[in-house]
């Protein structure tokens, strides 16, 4: 395969590192204005480089768009004279696809993605969706450009991306929140700061695991160390009434409802 990037930021970097590890691409090329961007990927990758979107990008594949959402627009408006049979991935928050597609001239061949950041270590997992045209093996090239650096989960309602914004694109801040107050609880109880990331991180690392590996549902892994009158007992009956649950539920949904209204700005913009 033949894959472009617009954008050599860090998730693109993953992506090029996710995709050269496994030998899936036979050419890669990035275009980014940035000097710095274009010099880091090209030394670390091995990668050709480009500062603008040119005839060039006619030729391949697939064109991974990597950029910040605010200026997709004008990234759209570049690439529309050189698109005729290419697979246009995106990974901007929050970009409709039929805005996308808009500022494309109607060009239909698009698949909105959303990865998270432990992409960044081969472990990620991103949620896609397909406008109606996509046929099954463009959907099948997006899957390889995106599992190489984790799992991919479609979605028939691309609505459904917005969900998976809040839910795995953030989610990794909402684990780094809550390792560090473990990390500041272990801190107020006598640890120091090495122990207390240590005895963090392993867990959710372990538990996690433990997680992915079992059948039953995460409730059911949690009554199971969670004895009667006991330490954990005791823990989740403060978070109950304090509403820790409920908060993160909030949250989610309030991200939810912030990648809505990005589409809906960035869409009228």
């Not at 990927?41 to 500062?51: M, N, Q, S, Y």
């Not at 969706?129 to 090239?141: E, R, T």
Request: glycine content about 10%; hydrophobic content about 50%; proline content about 3%.
């Amino acid at each position: 395969m033949k894959i472009a990037f617009i954008g050599g930021g860090n998730m693109a970097s993953a992506l090029i590192s996710g995709l050269i590890k496994r030998s899936v691409a036979a050419d890669l090329y990035v275009v980014d204005l940035g000097e710095e961007a274009r010099a880091r990927v090209a030394k670390e990758f091995g990668v050709v480089t480009g500062v603008s979107i040119d005839s060039k990008l006619a030729d391949y594949d697939a064109i991974l768009l990597a950029v910040k959402p605010q200026v997709l627009k004008g990234v759209a408006g570049s690439l529309r004279p050189v698109l005729s049979k290419q697979l246009v991935i995106s990974i901007a928050a929050g970009i409709r696809a039929a805005d996308l597609s808009r500022w494309l001239g109607g060009y239909t061949q698009i698949v909105r993605t959303m990865p998270n950041t432990p992409a960044l270590i081969g472990m990620g997992v991103t949620g896609l969706a397909a406008l109606p045209g996509v046929d099954d093996s463009a959907k099948a090239l997006a899957v390889k450009v995106l599992e190489a650096v984790g799992q991919t989960v479609w979605f028939d309602d691309e609505a459904k991306i917005d969900a998976v914004t809040a839910i795995s694109g953030s989610g990794p801040a909402y684990v780094f929140y809550f390792i560090e107050a473990m990390q500041e609880a272990a801190r107020q109880l006598g640890m120091d700061e090495e122990q207390g990331r240590a005895l963090a991180v392993a867990t959710f690392i372990g538990t996690a695991q433990l997680a992915a590996q079992s059948d039953e549902p995460a409730s059911v892994l949690r009554e199971r160390v969670t004895s009667k009158g006991g330490t954990t007992a005791a823990a989740l009956a403060s978070f109950d009434a304090q509403g820790v649950k409920d908060a993160i539920v909030r949250g989610a949904l309030a991200a939810d409802a912030r990648a809505k209204e990005m589409g809906e700005e960035l869409g009228k913009a």
